[in-house]
């Protein structure tokens, strides 16, 4: 149920030839009400904000990305696809983030996913937001090459750097993936390490992109600013780079994200084209595309409820640890290991943590895995 207004515009979106993904894409109102279907799928929002770099091409992003994304194949699952139109901004910048909070929270409630078309990056503070209300700390996943926002233009202070460097109970764990050492303050990085978060520099991501996939399905939000990928790919990102992930890996990180059961929002930020759209407004729809695939193709894992295609591996260890239990969903081949908790909360002693193969293949070696000693911090 929709309880007050959601700031909604309606937007002119394209008629495109068959076998687009346009033609499975239809206008929602929110006089409509929210839909009554058995699978809900992915509503998808424009968000024409650009006061926080005072960049006026980040406003044209959402109906340039809209365009080039209703004009790609059609996807073969059955999924339904919403456009909820555009997020009308509020009076401030934190209206504008409390705005999109609420609508995420609105559908997501309902069990609906949404796709967030920027913008400029800060609006992942909106994202951050819509989670805090969770009664379970939140984790979410974050893709640039820089760790933190520059100041705002306005003068408004940097909400998503306040609540990354603060002390906020809300987020239980973060993961930023493709920050460039040359853009990074070593003082930044140890104060997000002393919070047990996980930071993958590009170079690392790059050199095995599936190992990103387990930071991706178990969070509850992620984004990706065009600012990561490289200046060959993304020329017209809001801060090009020389470095960075290519086209490909992008849509790879997108898709992850997609087939994330948890994610409940994912937002595109840093399109600084305007029109006509060029190279970075089709690669930016392609990111959208894939991650609209992974949401299609979810197969709603849950290796402590479904067991019949669960597989449970012990692995016996020397010294301190007796054992290490991982499992793995024989559909997907995807892992999960088990983490003891120090004492029991609301009896339960245990969690289980998305991993890849190369940990149980560590455990094997008689090596703990770094995913299993972080975690091991984190969880009380």
Not at 119 to 128: I, K, M, N
Not at 298 to 308: F, I, V, W
Request: proline share 6%; hydrophobic share 35%; with cysteine.
């Amino acid at each position: 149920m929709i309880h007050g207004p959601l700031y909604l515009t309606p937007t002119d979106l394209p008629v495109t030839p068959e076998e687009t993904l346009g033609r499975q894409i239809r206008t929602w109102r929110q006089e409509e009400g929210l839909p009554e279907v058995e699978n809900p799928g992915i509503v998808l929002l424009g968000l024409p904000e650009d006061r926080y770099y005072g960049r006026g091409n980040l406003a044209l992003s959402p109906m340039a990305i809209r365009w080039q994304l209703y004009h790609l194949a059609d996807l073969r699952h059955n999924t339904t696809f919403l456009d909820a139109g555009d997020l009308t901004p509020g009076e401030t910048l934190q209206a504008t983030y409390d705005r999109l909070s609420t609508i995420i929270r609105t559908f997501s409630s309902a069990g609906w996913t949404i796709l967030i078309l920027g913008g400029g990056s800060d609006l992942v503070a909106g994202q951050y937001l819509a989670l805090e209300e969770k009664q379970s700390r939140a984790q979410m996943v974050f893709v640039n090459n820089h760790l933190e926002l520059p100041p705002a233009s306005s003068g408004d202070s940097a909400d998503w750097n306040h609540f990354l460097y603060g002390n906020h109970s809300g987020l239980l764990h973060y993961t930023h993936i493709g920050h460039q050492a040359h853009y990074t303050s070593f003082k930044k990085i140890d104060l997000l390490r002393n919070k047990h978060y996980d930071l993958i520099r590009l170079s690392e991501a790059r050199s095995g992109i599936e190992e990103t996939e387990p930071f991706f399905r178990d969070a509850d939000a992620a984004g990706i600013s065009m600012n990561a990928l490289r200046y060959a790919d993304a020329p017209a990102s809001l801060q090009p780079s020389p470095n960075g992930f290519s086209g490909e890996e992008a849509c790879q990180l997108s898709f992850y994200a997609g087939l994330s059961d948890r994610i409940k929002s994912f937002g595109i930020y840093d399109l600084d084209e305007g029109t006509p759209p060029g190279i970075t407004t089709r690669q930016a729809a392609q990111i959208a595309w894939y991650f609209l695939e992974g949401v299609s193709s979810r197969l709603k894992e849950d290796p402590a409820r479904n067991s019949g295609n669960i597989k449970k591996y012990i692995v016996p260890m020397d010294g301190k640890h007796s054992e290490l239990v991982f499992y793995k969903c024989m559909l997907s081949d995807r892992w999960w290991m088990e983490i003891a908790h120090a004492r029991a909360s609301r009896g339960k002693n245990k969690t289980l943590i998305a991993c890849s193969l190369s940990d149980y293949e560590k455990a094997c070696r008689q090596e703990i895995p770094d995913r299993w000693w972080k975690w091991a911090q984190v969880i009380p």
